[in-house]
């Protein structure tokens, strides 16, 4: 197993000979089962392999013409679509922003605090706070120049700063934290989530008001339809033939706040039950999934990723049984 250290174990690489290889993550026994049987009246049509939403490039380009959010439209989105929906569309959008950067372990780690916060303050909170902080979004990605400037701030040159700026020092505030060298460093490199994921929502804000009939794609919340392609999340080769899932912060994030199905609402319900016939197995704790048959001990008649979470499934039961 390789660990990267940042302060404390932020990301974990699977070594298929370790069988206790993955980070775990323990929460709270509330949980979110319920969610993912949220299916909604409306569905808007979306798919990684969208061009317009999610084109191929070599390197991540990012759009230079205003984008617009209308929160009448966000109300109206919110409203219709499940909270599945909104998840699985941080999940792809981030998965799609991460692969651009595979061998920055930095902006890995930076775009993944990032995504993190989107995924918290628009599928975690109250429709006001998701209105407020996209809001605050918009100011952000629009202002000129942005790139150029958050560039320089990180390089010591405050001469244009909008941290500073009383027509967007508040929203900067709010999203990156108190004007500071550190912060310049964290926005210059959040700067490619949040421009990517507001563009990518502002079109999807676009279809929705043209209330189009036509249905190609993948609808987010609808299984076996979810099939995201191999970009929903970070995948590298350490060696021939070893294709590995590279669990990061955001990856973590997801598996706890859908637990125990959070491998389900990433790869979708169709890729779990191919893996499961071919002899694959969750962890009855987290949801995890093996990389590879036989990886996680048993115990019990069910497995488990790691002695913790065998632990911790342990005290749930007896918990709920007494």
């Not at 987010?220 to 339809?225: L, M, R, T, V």
Request: charged share 25%; proline share 3%; hydrophobic share 40%.
């Amino acid at each position: 197993m390789m660990l990267v250290r940042f302060g404390w174990e932020r990301r974990i690489t699977v070594d298929p000979a370790d069988t206790h290889a993955y980070l775990c993550i323990n929460v709270d026994t509330h949980a979110a089962v319920e969610r993912v049987g949220e299916f909604e009246k409306m569905v808007l049509p979306i798919c990684m392999e969208d061009s317009e939403l999610f084109p191929k490039h070599t390197r991540l380009e990012l759009p230079e013409k205003r984008i617009e959010f209308s929160r009448e439209n966000f109300i109206q989105m919110s409203e219709k679509l499940s909270r599945l929906w909104w998840s699985r569309l941080v999940i792809s959008v981030r998965g799609y922003v991460i692969n651009y950067f595979q061998n920055e372990d930095d902006m890995q780690f930076l775009l993944d605090d990032a995504f993190v916060m989107i995924h918290q303050n628009i599928v975690e909170s109250q429709i006001e706070i998701a209105q407020q902080f996209l809001s605050d979004l918009e100011i952000i990605v629009n202002v000129e120049d942005l790139m150029e400037i958050l560039e320089r701030l990180d390089r010591g040159d405050l001469q244009r700063n909008p941290f500073m700026d009383s027509t967007t020092k508040v929203p900067f505030e709010r999203v990156f934290g108190q004007s500071n060298a550190a912060t310049y460093r964290i926005a210059n490199a959040q700067k490619f989530a949040y421009v990517t994921f507001m563009n990518i929502f502002s079109l999807l804000q676009r279809r929705w008001l043209m209330e189009t009939k036509k249905r190609k794609g993948i609808r987010f919340q609808e299984d076996p339809e979810w099939q995201p392609d191999e970009r929903v999340v970070l995948f590298q080769h350490f060696f021939e033939g070893n294709r590995t899932w590279v669990l990061l912060d955001f990856d973590r994030h997801i598996l706890k706040y859908w637990r125990p199905q959070g491998s389900a609402v990433i790869f979708g319900d169709r890729f779990i039950e191919d893996k499961k016939r071919l002899g694959f197995t969750l962890c009855a704790e987290c949801g995890i999934l093996e990389q590879h048959v036989g990886q996680f001990v048993e115990h019990q008649q069910k497995r488990f990723c790691s002695l913790k979470c065998a632990q911790n499934h342990q005290l749930s039961e007896t918990t709920n049984n007494s």
